[in-house]
């Protein structure tokens, strides 16, 4: 049996035909199509319904004489278009009456409720799933979904009828439950504003995605992340979660609970204050992208995340970093492209970090960054670095190897690679600067810089000492004995000085750490 059915007591469909327009040398009439609270609009010609005409005469006997003639001579005119417009509205009218519980799968596709109508978006999805969804899940492809799908999916779910309710066994629900039920790889995108020449708002439907039992990885965008249900089933087995241009706060998408009971602690975790929710940890959640959202902090969500190795928070508005001492397991943290000015004691909430992206902040300092012993890459493009001296902070961090500054006030200054690179000593060579490695000849002039540098400390220690024991001499009065030791001394101190500069440039790099420092 080739049909979709429609409830009389869930939905009332109305269709009607608003105008017409010429295209080319025919004439198209537009049809509004309403189903309940939806409505949409398409396009046929008369052709398209002459030939929707013909299979139903042909599968369901329907008379012949219900659509109106073709003319053809002035078709196109102004009269037999009006005519005929209404002519056609009674037609579809008249069939949508001749089948009140069960509309021909042609008459359907006919008036797209394939696209916009809640059993006929899931029979379609089921017919698709029926010839390829085996195929799909044993290559471990990645399935998309949109919004609407979804929400005709739950709304399905909600009515007590069979899943073959149709007596189209290839447009059974159950093709979609099985599908759900095994899929691993799931990405779900929205349509901002109207789905197609509907009425539809993507972001105003709900959807649960607690139909979904394997998941492994999933990727929400454009979508609204308070009409997601179900997102807690998916602790169990959800190793990457990516969500887009959807939230306002971490804690819309890790705590949905949170909305209803706002005293809540994490599952293993103690508190003093009051509780009224054990709320359990994403226990196989390796990493989170919450990238090119809206979010303005990093709440304390992020205690149901510890075994997060990944976060990606780029592209938001995030003006302070916090509540990151929590994930004792993350090494990559992208923190591009927010509103950042200030990092203070980055080591305390960052200690086993390896990767750090500030690229597009606001940063004009870097003397947050100087414990960060784990750190291998670092992007500190696009910024407001605008002293050299800032690079000190960063100079000693034994496991650095890969550095950029592209685009900050720094790097018009003459000499700028060869500068910064002689800040960090004996492992210049090492340092991978704005994604080019150091040439000899710019290591050549980091070892002249380095002297430089090593003889003007130096200098600056004898002029020191010189001072002081001047100043010692004078207070105590002393005449030329006191002048003759104080010139052994001075003599003293340049040899001693001179012995520690030489200790300073042979001394080895400190060893670079795996473990980083949580204080």
Not at 172 to 190: P, Q, S, V
Not at 465 to 477: F, Q, V, W, Y
Request: proline residues 4%; contains cysteine.
């Amino acid at each position: 049996m080739d049909t979709f059915v429609f409830p009389e007591d869930v939905v009332e469909k109305k269709v009607s035909i608003v105008g017409s327009e010429l295209v080319e040398n025919y004439t198209v009439y537009i049809i509004e199509v309403t189903v309940g609270d939806h409505k949409w609009t398409i396009k046929h010609r008369y052709s398209d319904f002459h030939d929707l005409h013909e299979k139903l005469t042909a599968e369901k006997k329907i008379e012949k004489h219900l659509l109106p003639p073709k003319k053809m001579i002035g078709k196109n005119s102004k009269s037999l278009v009006e005519k005929r417009q209404k002519e056609l509205e009674v037609y579809l009218q008249t069939l949508l009456v001749r089948f009140p519980t069960a509309a021909p799968k042609v008459l359907s596709c006919f008036l797209h409720f394939h696209q916009y109508e809640m059993n006929g978006i899931t029979a379609a999805l089921a017919e698709e799933l029926f010839h390829k969804g085996e195929q799909m899940l044993v290559a471990g492809e990645v399935f998309t979904l949109c919004p609407l799908q979804l929400y005709a999916i739950t709304q399905q779910l909600k009515l007590a009828k069979p899943t073959c309710f149709n007596g189209d066994a290839k447009a059974d629900l159950g093709h979609i439950l099985d599908f759900t039920c095994r899929l691993k790889y799931l990405k779900i995108t929205g349509t901002r504003g109207e789905v197609g020449t509907s009425n539809i708002q993507e972001d105003s439907l709900t959807f649960d995605l607690s139909v979904f039992k394997s998941l492994l990885q999933i990727e929400i965008s454009d979508c609204n992340s308070s009409k997601i249900m179900g997102l807690p089933s998916l602790k169990p087995c959800l190793v990457t979660l990516s969500v887009h241009h959807s939230a306002a706060s971490m804690m819309d998408v890790l705590v949905p609970e949170a909305c209803e009971s706002p005293q809540w602690v994490a599952e293993g975790a103690t508190t003093d204050c009051p509780v009224t929710t054990i709320i359990p940890t994403w226990k196989t959640l390796t990493t989170l992208d919450m990238s090119h959202n809206h979010i303005g902090c990093i709440d304390n969500s992020v205690k149901l995340i510890p075994k997060v190795e990944l976060l990606d928070l780029s592209s938001n508005e995030l003006s302070m970093v916090e509540n990151l001492q929590h994930l004792y397991n993350l090494i990559h943290l992208d923190l591009s492209f927010n509103i950042l000015t200030v990092l203070e004691g980055a080591h305390t909430k960052l200690g086993n970090i390896k990767t750090l992206n500030l690229a597009g902040n606001q940063l004009d300092s870097l003397a947050g960054l100087t414990k960060l012993y784990s750190l291998v890459n670092l992007d500190l493009s696009s910024n407001k670095l605008g002293q050299l001296e800032e690079i000190r902070y960063i100079g000693a961090l034994p496991c650095l190897e890969r550095l950029s500054l592209f685009n900050n006030p720094m790097c018009i200054i003459p000499d700028y690679r060869t500068k910064v690179l002689a800040q960090f000593w004996d492992r210049a060579s090492e340092v991978c600067l704005d994604s080019t490695a150091p040439t000899e000849k710019e290591l050549d002039t980091v070892e002249v810089l380095k002297a430089i540098q090593k003889a003007k400390e130096a200098k600056d220690r004898m002029t020191n000492n010189e001072k002081k024991i001047s100043e010692d001499s004078r207070l105590s009065g002393g005449g030329s004995s006191s002048s003759s030791s104080s010139s052994s001394s001075v003599a003293a101190a340049s040899s001693s000085s001179s012995s520690s500069s030489s200790l300073l440039c042979s001394a080895p790099a400190p060893a670079c750490s795996s473990q980083g420092n949580h204080k």
